[in-house]
């Protein structure tokens, strides 16, 4: 199919800048080029990628406030971290992969597009401690809340907000998580998915202590 006729393409791309246009077409071509060999996206989300994946990031890189640096954790084909890189070359940006062929994607995408971010390889609970704090932790399709909030507890309790675009789970997501961590989220609706919801996690205050067993009598 012709780039100008790929399903919410044109939609997309008229709510950016031509440099941000620029930027997300290549990003675009080289995912395709890859796929074949690295399965960065599950095939069946090919026909939609403008909407299932560009649009979806596009919207997490809008909630990122005026901060200065962003980690996204889990990056894989780059989604949310390098449409984040095209959308605010403002940023200083890490990208946090476990997969090592998706890291050598990350990076050679990067590299085409002309994004200056850095790639991790690595396990989020490892790679985070060692990294400075960040102004926005984000992470899509990745873990359940809690995980995720157990993963970036580091960055968090530097004062990190969290993004985390979540499906039409999310409720019982975040009832999980507030039994066993102490945060404010917000709940955000999704502009992509009327179902979806993005958590906005701040205030984070580390895992609640669990009560003492009640005293033999």
């Known amino acids: 199919m012709p780039p100008d006729r790929e399903a919410g393409r044109a939609e997309v791309l008229a709510a950016v800048s031509r440099e941000t246009a620029e930027r997300l077409d290549i990003l675009v071509a080289e995912l395709k080029r890859w796929q074949a060999i690295r399965n960065l996206v599950a095939k069946s989300t090919l026909p939609v990628l403008w909407t299932r994946h560009i649009a979806d ?15 996204d ?4 084909g780059g989604f949310p ?17 476990s997969d090592a062929r998706k890291c050598a994607f990350l990076r050679h995408a990067a590299r085409a597009a002309g994004l200056a971010v850095r790639v991790h390889e690595g396990r989020a609970d490892a790679v985070l401690p060692g990294l400075d704090r960040a102004d926005t932790l984000s992470a899509r399709a ?19 907000v969290g993004l985390f675009p979540k499906g039409r789970g999310y409720a019982a997501e975040l009832t999980r998580a507030e039994q066993g961590w102490r ?3 917000d709940v955000l609706p999704s502009r992509t998915d009327p179902e979806a919801r993005i958590l906005r996690i701040r205030d984070f205050a580390g ?11």
């Open 57 to 71: 990031s596009l919207q997490v890189a809008t909630l990122g406030g005026d901060g200065a640096s962003w980690i």
């Open 73 to 76: 954790v889990g990056s894989g």
């Open 81 to 97: 971290g390098l449409v984040v890189a095209a959308a605010r070359p403002d940023l200083a940006l890490h990208l946090v992969e």
């Open 142 to 160: 990745v873990a359940e809340l809690s995980d995720l909030l157990a993963m970036g507890e580091s960055m968090l309790m530097k004062g990190a």
């Open 183 to 185: 945060f404010t989220a």
């Open 207 to 217: 895992r609640r202590i669990p009560p003492l067993p009640a005293s033999p009598t």
